[in-house]
């Protein structure tokens, strides 16, 4: 037997799906207000126990969650300088971006840690295969067709900021991690055209993770 055949069970079902319905004559979907009013509470897993006691919070209407992931981030704003020679040297870094004309070159970066015989056969540190482990930031810089040697190029290196100048190229790089700059090496290849930084992580959770 169909349920098609009976309009009672459609309508049954009908009321099922959807509480709120025509009773008695009156159409409940003539405002808002009404539709909320006709509404027929059914049993379900958040009605089980006492009613809870106090006004219920009034709905608010109109108001739309904001989406955090559709919200545009808003820009970092720059630190202002303090007093008039910072400000003058800030002017000076930004009239030099504007009027660089040099290449910046291409670059790679890789994480090193120091393995002895304790990590490798008895396993008795705390070191994973993870970055977190890596003591240094190995930074290898390609500067093809450079003519300039190693005593004349201009490299600035800091905490959390890198600076390499020559005759065709020029790179700003901020670091991911602040570098220990007492404990930084640099090799320049000459055959190859590439200058190796091998700079020292100092991260604040080293203690632990070594």
Same mark, same amino acid.
């Given at each position: 037997?169909?349920? @098609? $055949?009976?309009?009672?069970?459609?309508?049954?079902?009908?009321? !099922?799906? *959807?509480?709120?319905?025509?009773?008695?004559?009156i159409?409940?979907?003539s405002?808002? $207000?009404?539709?909320? &009013?006709? #509404?027929?509470? /059914?049993?379900?897993?958040?009605?089980?126990?006492?009613? =809870?006691?106090?006004? %219920?919070?009034?709905?608010?209407?109109?108001?739309? =969650?904001? *989406?955090?992931?559709?919200t545009?981030?808003?820009?970092?704003? =720059? =630190?202002?300088? %303090?007093?008039?020679?910072?400000?003058?040297?800030?002017?000076?870094?930004?009239?030099?971006? #504007?009027?660089?004309?040099?290449? &910046?070159?291409?670059?790679?970066?890789?994480?090193?840690? %120091?393995?002895?015989?304790?990590?490798? @056969?008895?396993?008795?540190?705390?070191?994973?295969? &993870?970055? +977190? &482990?890596?003591?240094?930031?190995?930074?290898e810089?390609?500067?093809?067709?450079?003519?300039?040697? +190693?005593?004349?190029?201009?490299?600035? !290196?800091?905490?959390?900021?890198? $600076?390499? %100048?020559?005759?065709?190229?020029?790179?700003?790089?901020?670091?991911?991690?602040? #570098?220990? #700059?007492? /404990?930084c090496?640099? /090799?320049?290849?000459?055959?190859?055209?590439?200058?190796?930084?091998?700079?020292?992580?100092?991260?604040? !959770?080293?203690?632990? *993770? @070594?």
């Amino acid at each position: 037997m169909s349920p @098609f $055949d009976n309009p009672d069970q459609m309508r049954q079902l009908q009321n !099922l799906l *959807n509480p709120c319905q025509t009773r008695a004559g009156i159409d409940c979907s003539s405002s808002e $207000d009404e539709d909320e &009013s006709m #509404v027929v509470h /059914k049993l379900n897993p958040g009605g089980i126990g006492p009613p =809870k006691t106090g006004a %219920a919070p009034a709905k608010t209407k109109g108001k739309k =969650k904001t *989406n955090l992931l559709a919200t545009p981030l808003e820009p970092e704003q =720059k =630190k202002q300088p %303090a007093t008039l020679e910072q400000w003058q040297a800030q002017q000076e870094r930004e009239d030099q971006d #504007v009027l660089e004309t040099r290449k &910046s070159p291409e670059y790679t970066m890789t994480y090193r840690q %120091a393995v002895g015989t304790e990590d490798v @056969f008895l396993q008795m540190g705390n070191r994973t295969s &993870s970055s +977190a &482990s890596c003591e240094d930031l190995i930074l290898e810089i390609s500067l093809p067709d450079e003519e300039m040697s +190693a005593e004349k190029m201009n490299l600035n !290196l800091e905490e959390t900021n890198l $600076d390499l %100048a020559t005759c065709l190229y020029r790179l700003r790089l901020p670091l991911p991690h602040p #570098v220990d #700059v007492d /404990k930084c090496q640099a /090799k320049y290849d000459r055959e190859l055209r590439k200058l190796r930084l091998t700079l020292r992580l100092k991260r604040e !959770l080293d203690y632990v *993770n @070594f």
